[in-house]
């Protein structure tokens, strides 16, 4: 099959998409069987889970070095800037001098423990692509445009019923080098940091219906299905803004049965 006229040509020796789905499908049964037999459910993924290609040359093979002083971790993290998280740093929409293109969109949920009881002033971070799947950054140089006026990055703290509210953008789908043809669906990053940099958590929220789904190894690495609907958002009408924006509802759940993935949740 040869590629549409004007399109990039793909890099030789790239599996495709069928090669990649059939491991999929495969390790899916497998884990299915494993439930119906009794076996413990896995609301997270392997680490090594091989149709996610680089996850079996990168991740970690050695138990986790705690240092002797729990401080010293602390005292290699990151800081977030030279001021407190103000009023606007949630709204995505409002960081630059020009309104970005896409479709503008309210992003609310509730950080919970598993008890259900709200998870009060954490920090929550997101970042994702522009409304053409691209990042702004420099190791993203796929050919979509950038956006002068979206870099796609904010942040809030929880207030005292454990709610994060983001205004941003749809990100769209993009590629990426996985296998031939592979796309990821749109996605937002999220980053929940605990009362400690140690304690970061980080997962990604997705949108209802996306046809992506079935195709990508990273969602469907979390092979469990009910651990796998938790990280789609719901849409809620409700939410959405009258010839302004759309609404969607996202809660985390930081641990016990119902915890959202995380990609360090071992």
Not at 59 to 77: F, I, Q, S
Not at 116 to 127: A, C, D, F, K, S
Not at 131 to 158: E, I, K
């Amino acid at each position: 099959m040869t590629n549409p006229p004007g399109t990039p040509p793909q890099p030789p020796g790239l599996e495709t998409q069928q090669t990649i789905s059939a491991e999929i499908a495969e390790i899916r049964d497998a884990y299915g069987k494993a439930v119906a037999e009794g076996g413990p459910r896995r609301d997270h993924p392997e680490r090594d889970y091989p149709p996610y290609r680089s996850s079996v040359l990168r991740h970690p093979k050695h138990a986790l070095v705690v240092p002797r002083d729990p401080e010293a971790a602390e005292l290699t993290g990151p800081v977030f800037g030279v001021t407190d998280v103000t009023e606007i740093d949630n709204d995505l929409t409002r960081r630059h001098l020009g309104e970005p293109l896409g479709e503008r969109m309210l992003v609310t949920g509730r950080v919970l423990d598993r008890a259900g009881r709200p998870v009060r002033g954490q920090l929550v971070e997101i970042w994702q692509a522009n409304a053409s799947g691209r990042y702004a950054h420099q190791r993203d140089q796929h050919p979509a445009p950038l956006d002068p006026n979206f870099t796609g990055v904010g942040r809030c703290l929880t207030d005292d019923d454990g709610r994060y509210s983001f205004v941003t953008i749809k990100p769209g789908p993009y590629p990426w080098r996985n296998h031939h043809n592979a796309w990821r669906p749109a996605h937002i990053h999220f980053s929940l940091f605990g009362t400690a940099f140690a304690q970061r958590l980080v997962t990604q929220m997705y949108f209802p219906g996306d046809p992506l789904f079935d195709f990508d190894p990273i969602m469907q690495a979390v092979t469990d299905d009910s651990a796998r609907r938790r990280l789609v958002a719901d849409y809620d009408h409700n939410l959405s803004t009258h010839e302004w924006s759309l609404g969607y509802r996202w809660d985390i759940v930081l641990d016990g049965p119902a915890a959202t993935w995380t990609e360090e949740g071992r």
